[in-house]
């Protein structure tokens, strides 16, 4: 009966036929093993900068080194739409709606106009990675997402553009959880959910193949996977925009508003929150029919205890950026807000 208990063999882990064991690790750990055994990936650090550069099948990245210790951030620049460019409502209306087309056609995408160069900026943020189990797979999706986000964005503004292939990667079916307990769940997604449920008090109202939607006071939350386990996003979203979405200059209007930072106007020597600056994770855009979507991004993996660390910072990263929308509503005129009880048909 003790042959029950002998030790496991261990299993390799290969990449590029190069032998990576588990790869737990952290996003910035990552990277830097990455560096060293995938001759896809070129790395470089500018003297003094907080910044590493690297070039992924022809794709610039950059990370920054600050937000991959506890988190995880790539992005890259769409030169071609600027928002500085733009010399017309028209043309300011068109380049806003890039960043909608793009989020929409590849969740999980984040994309703001570069406060200096009002260059297109697309990345994939989380607000929590910690240590993950195969962190290079996670990586290898987000890589993909980016890829895919750019492609769209060439797509809409009409350039020449070649999507991104699909990529291959292991995926482990079950065995997901937020650290507590045994219990284990199919995907990323459902353990969120249920971290949400133990620590946020929410609670469940339905279920369906995409998504989870949880329930919290007045705010219901959408936790939505995307086709791969490892991935999900947990999401809000109102219809009070809805009367703005399709007139230019009010669009505009407001989306020059979630543009720059929003404050409690009782705490005005709070930091405040700015949805679309370059350090935040945050992913603002608005569906075809008018929605606005406010969510956050997060990876989880099998095996990780510290998923729940990295749902935590998501969670809370998501809780705030509910708090300061709160703010921003009121503060609207009714004609770019309106309650969905009073709203202009």
């Not at 929409?104 to 240590?131: I, M, N, Q, T």
């Not at 996670?138 to 020449?160: C, H, K, N, S, W």
């Not at 995409?210 to 939505?224: A, K």
């Amino acid at each position: 009966m003790f042959g029950l208990f002998k030790k496991k063999a261990p299993e390799p882990h290969l990449r590029k036929e190069i032998e990576v064991g588990e790869f737990r690790n952290g996003a910035l750990g990552a990277w830097i093993n990455l560096g060293k055994v995938d001759p896809g990936l070129k790395f470089r650090q500018e003297d003094e900068e907080a910044m590493l550069y690297a070039e992924y099948r022809g794709l610039p990245i950059t990370m920054d080194l600050v937000q991959n210790i506890s988190g995880f951030g790539i992005e890259t620049t769409v030169p071609e739409c600027s928002l500085l460019r733009a010399a017309t409502v028209a043309e300011k209306a068109f380049a806003y709606r890039c960043i909608d087309h793009v989020c929409f056609k590849v969740p999980g995408v984040r994309g703001y106009f570069h406060p200096e160069s009002g260059d297109l900026v697309l990345g994939v943020k989380c607000a929590g990675f910690e240590e993950q189990f195969r962190a290079d797979t996670l990586i290898d999706l987000a890589l993909f997402m980016l890829e895919d986000a750019v492609f769209e964005a060439r797509t809409y503004l009409g350039l020449p553009a070649e999507p991104a292939e699909r990529i291959k990667v292991e995926q482990w079916s079950g065995g997901y959880h937020f650290g507590e307990g045994l219990r284990t769940y199919p995907g990323a997604r459902d353990a969120f959910a249920a971290y949400m449920e133990k620590h946020q008090g929410c609670e469940e109202i339905s279920r369906d193949g995409d998504s989870v939607l949880l329930q919290s006071g007045p705010v219901q939350y959408e936790v939505r996977g995307f086709g791969w386990p490892s991935g999900f996003m947990v999401q809000v979203a109102t219809r009070g925009f809805k009367h703005v979405y399709r007139d230019d200059e009010r669009y505009v209007r407001v989306q020059e508003r979630l543009s720059e930072v929003i404050r409690n106007p009782d705490r005005p020597d709070e930091a405040g929150r700015n949805y679309r600056g370059p350090l935040s994770s945050s992913i603002l855009y608005f569906q075809p029919d008018g929605t606005l979507v406010l969510g956050q991004y997060g990876f989880g993996n099998t095996r990780t205890d510290a998923n729940q660390q990295a749902f935590e910072r998501i969670a809370t990263a998501h809780m705030v950026d509910v708090y300061y929308m709160t703010y921003l509503a009121e503060e609207l005129p009714e004609e770019l807000y309106s309650d969905e009880r009073n709203r202009p048909n």
